[in-house]
């Protein structure tokens, strides 16, 4: 009888051990998709014709959250720390350039999807500037936060 106790001590103490390293598992895996900015100088030997880059915060190279390239068939984006290249979900829009015109694109790789949702909000000589939210989903994981961008062509 004094073995069945010790028994169900330790199996009771391996139960517990196991439910809470399980916890802290799941709670690894349920955290946001970390998205990290990337230098798109590192596309440069890609084909840029009438391309789109998205920034968190200021407009500039230190800030590139998604750029598209090839004439905007693949793009990329620092999903988890590594840079991953989406392919667009669903046929291509043509981004309008007019003010206040909701634009939304979908690109997806291997369990990575990115939707953009983002409208222009005003046009250079060769550009057109947009705000928006970029939302990013690897499996049951997400996150949004806002982005400005422009394309030009």
């Known amino acids: 009888m004094r073995y069945v106790g010790v028994i169900i001590g330790i199996s009771g103490g391996l139960i517990a051990s196991t439910y809470v390293l399980g916890g802290e598992s799941n709670r690894k895996t349920s955290a946001p998709p970390a998205i ?24 500039n190279g230190a800030t590139t959250v998604f750029a598209t390239r090839q004439e905007r068939s693949i793009a990329f ?38 939707v953009l949702d983002y409208r222009a909000v005003g046009s250079g000589e060769e550009a057109c500037w947009f705000k928006g939210k970029m939302t990013v989903s690897v499996g049951k994981r997400a996150t949004s936060f806002p982005i400005n961008g422009a394309c030009g062509c």
Do not use: K, P
Not at 88 to 96: C, E, H, P, Q, V
Not at 98 to 112: D, F, L, P, S, Y
């Open 36 to 59: 990290d900015v990337f230098q798109a100088d590192n596309m440069l030997s890609l084909t840029y014709m009438c391309e789109c880059e998205f920034y968190r915060g200021q407009v």
């Open 77 to 114: 984006a620092m999903v988890d720390g590594r840079l991953v290249t989406f392919q667009r979900g669903g046929l291509a829009a043509n981004s309008s350039c007019r003010e206040n015109i909701r634009n939304r694109e979908r690109w997806i790789a291997n369990g990575v999807a990115i």
